[in-house]
Structures are given as C-alpha cells and as structure tokens.
C-alpha cells in the first residue's frame, strides 16, 4: 500500500500559519465596517491601526532590549523593494479588497483570497526561478479551480462580476508584494511592516480625504485600527520571518489556511448561508492545502561559497569563526562566511537554499 503523506506541520512554517490566522480575520470583520465607512477610507484606517501599533511596540523593544544585535536595518539597496510593496500590498491591495466586498459575501471573498497563493507562487517560479516540484503544482490546481467556481456567474445571462475580479485584483497585488518583500527578508521584520504600514496608511487616508470621504465615528475608527494592527500588522510581521525561513512559494501555500478562517468567521459573525457551488469549491481548495501541507523535500544539494549578512543561529549551515567578542547570545546579525557544503537534509528554498535541481 502506498505510503499516504502525514499531516506534519514544519517548524518553519508556523509563522506562516499564524500570520494567515490572523490575517483571515480581517475579511469577515471588513465587511462588518464597509456599510459605514468608504473603501478607501477603511483602508486607511486598517493599515494606519498596522502601522502606528507597530510603531508603539518597535520602540518598546527598543527601550527594554539592551541587545539589539539581531535585528538587520534596513539598507538603502533594499527602498526600491520596500517601495514597490508599498505600493502593491500596502496602497492597491486593500484598495481593490474593501471595493470587492461592497458586494460580495465575505465567505465567498475569503477563499477567493486562496488566489494571493498561487499567484505568489506563480511569480516565485517564473519570475524569480524559484523551484517548485509536482505535488505542489497539483494543489496550486486545486485551489485556482476552486477559485474559478466562486467567480462563476451564478446565470449565464448575468453580468460580468467585477467585484469578484477586484478581489482577484487584490491577489495578484499581494502576490507581487510578496515577491518584492521576499527581497528584504532578512531586515528586520517588525520594522518592515510597521514602515509599510504607516506609508500605506498615510497614502490611503490622503485619498480617501482628497475624495471628500469624512473620518467615520470613533468606535468604528477604532475597530478598524484594532483589526488592521493584528490582521495586517502583527500577521506581516510573522509573515515576513516565514519568507526569510521557508521561501515564497511555500509561505503562500501556507498562507492559504487564512481564508478558511476567513470562512468560518464569515458563517459566526454574519450567518452567511453558502451554496452547493461554494462547497465544491471549498473541498478543491481543501484537497489543495493539505497537498501544501504534507510537501516533504530533501535532497543531497551543494552550497556554493556566500558572503552575506542576516540574523542568524549557529547551526549546521552557519559554522563561522568571529573577528569581533561574542557574547554567545543568539540570534545575532555580522557579516558573516559560508564555505562550500554538500549535504542531503528537508529544505526549503529560503535564502540558503537557491539552488537548481
């Protein structure tokens, strides 16, 4: 009998799952607020609630942290990637989601979101090479079928749904953010999302002003800033030390878990009632996670020699002497050595493991 893969869940990818949990709460509770404020002015608020509460807590780590040292700012080289996701994650992404909701059940808009992994995934292998094999190309199948059967007019006389193509367009933003970001990982992640944040924020509030739309009542303002913190904020920080750890590829195959909480949610807190076509879907989607979920990958693979810079532990790919006092605390941040290695042990393709197969 064929070996049936176990639903073992890698270290690395927990940040990954956490960032998703939280990240799927947004949709559900976005589309509790978008009956009281405009689109633009909601995503505003959710990413000035990311940015300001991630300020807040950066420089309390600051105060009460007496080494710092694990911690990589960010390098001028690294601004065009920070600008680019800036504008894609931060400024049209929640642009094209808070419009796409006016219209569509936040169930149904919750797995579309499952589309943000496979383009991310797409993007990682075409544009940035990175190495996919099989077993997660069926499951990116799964889920893009799955989403196709969400998106399909419910008559074929109906017209074209533009809020579902905005919500795709949502996606494909993300995607392109996560790719981009993928590129400054190794930075220090809080700082990474509470810059994004705030400029997302600021960006999104100036038009939604220039707009003529007014600053809702305070609870609502509230509200939004609350679940922009934790859904945006919070998650893009672990979201972000799940790329420097596993890739691109497989972040956002783990991400994909968020939409089912996004799911579950919607049914809780808006007593949503989903069709036979969503079900379908949502076994595709299914089948197609759990392909993510149960990836095994190992390999003998060679480590050509880098120099490079990161935070980082003292395991068996980092064997380096220093040419400084160490204190022996860990994680810490230098330039640092690696030396030509063969191996064979379960990688992802993260910033050690860019090798071609």
Known sequence: MANVPSLKIHPEAIFAILAAILFGLATPVAKLLIGDVSPQMLAGLLYSGSGIGL?????????????????????????????????????????????????????????????????????????????????ILIGMTCILVGSLLLSWPKQLSSAFPFDTLAIVGACACWAIDNNLTRKIAANDALLIACIKGLVAGLINLGIALSLGNALPVFTVGMSAAAIGFLSYGVSLVLFVMSLRLIGTARTGAYFSVAPFVGVACSFLLLHEQPDTLFWLATCLMLIGVWLHLTEHHAHLHHHEELLHQHSHFHDEHHHHTHEFDWDGGEPHVHPHEHKNLSHSHPHFPDMHHQHKH
């Open 55 to 135: 300020l807040l807590l950066y420089a309390l780590i600051r105060l009460f942290k007496q080494n710092n040292s694990e911690h990589l700012s960010i390098q001028a080289s690294d601004l065009s990637w920070l600008s680019g996701g800036i504008l894609f994650g931060g400024v049209l992404a929640p642009l094209l989601l808070m419009q796409g909701l006016r219209a569509t059940p936040a169930s149904m808009a919750s797995l579309l979101l499952n589309l943000e992994s496979v383009f991310t995934a797409l993007m990682a292998w075409l544009i940035f090479k990175e190495h996919f094999d099989r077993r």
